[in-house]
């Protein structure tokens, strides 16, 4: 069935240092691909998405390309700060959903 | 604007007791959602309410969990009588629009605990 993998973490970085959250999916048809952001004490807000092959999302300095060949949507910062500290979520929605699947959630603890 | 809020952000019960969980959307919008995190797994979708109506209940675990919408304001989620593997965070979402296509907005959750 339709499921979405993200590495597990906790991943733990000193500040300034390259991420890298890697997330596949296997879904049927074209979905349409999310990364969500939990900060502590606050909902899930939407970080950045993308809709077709090969589209670049791109939101706070996070990016992550649609790879169709290879079904994945990896979210990449170059450069991350402590207030990056949060639970990342990948998502797909197939389409003509509007029910988002999520994965399991990657923490992230951004050191000083 | 306000964003969702969910009450209480955190709720300790036990084995058999009932729970009452609540959710106030954004104002304006017609759809609202409810999602579930067990512990370390997957945010799963419960049901979603088109104002007042339930549009989509299938992700709804078994007939111990009820939602209602009344007057399709905000919502209520209960859990009659708890089991312990009910133990998770239970995120409430909402949208604008006609057809749920809309991006949702998230609720900070609520973390229940069944001892």
């Known amino acids: 069935g339709d499921s979405v993998t993200q590495m597990e973490g906790p991943v733990t970085l000193s500040e300034e240092a390259f991420l890298t959250i890697n997330c596949t999916y296997t879904?049927?048809?074209?979905?349409?691909l999310f990364w969500y952001v939990q900060y502590p004490g606050e909902g899930l807000q939407l970080l950045l998405k993308?809709?077709?092959?090969?589209d670049k999302g791109s939101n706070k300095g996070f990016e992550a390309t649609y790879r169709k060949e290879t079904t994945s949507f990896h979210l990449e910062k170059g450069s991350v700060q402590v207030s990056d500290s949060a639970v990342y979520f990948c998502?797909?929605?197939?389409?003509?959903?509007?029910?988002?699947?999520f994965g399991r959630g990657t923490s992230l603890i951004v050191h000083p | 604007e306000a964003g969702v809020t969910q009450f209480p952000s955190h709720s300790v019960i036990e084995k058999g007791q009932t729970v009452t969980l609540r959710c106030d959307p954004i104002?304006?919008?017609?759809?609202l959602y409810w999602y579930r995190r067990v512990m370390g797994k997957e945010i799963k979708f419960l049901l979603h309410?088109?104002?007042?109506?339930?549009?989509?209940e299938s992700g709804m675990p078994n007939n111990r969990f009820l939602a209602e919408r009344t007057g399709g304001t905000y919502s209520t989620l209960k859990v009659q009588p708890a089991e312990l593997e009910d133990s998770g965070v239970y995120f409430c979402?909402?949208?604008?629009?006609?057809?749920?296509?809309?991006?949702?907005?998230f609720g900070p959750g609520t973390r229940l605990t069944v001892t």
């Open positions: 879904a049927t048809g074209y979905p349409s």
């Open positions: 104002s304006g919008h017609d759809n």
């Open positions: 998502a797909f929605k197939p389409g003509g959903s509007y029910i988002p699947t």
């Open positions: 309410f088109v104002k007042e109506s339930k549009q989509d």
């Open positions: 993308a809709t077709k092959a090969d």
């Open positions: 979402a909402s949208s604008p629009g006609a057809g749920g296509s809309y991006e949702q907005y």
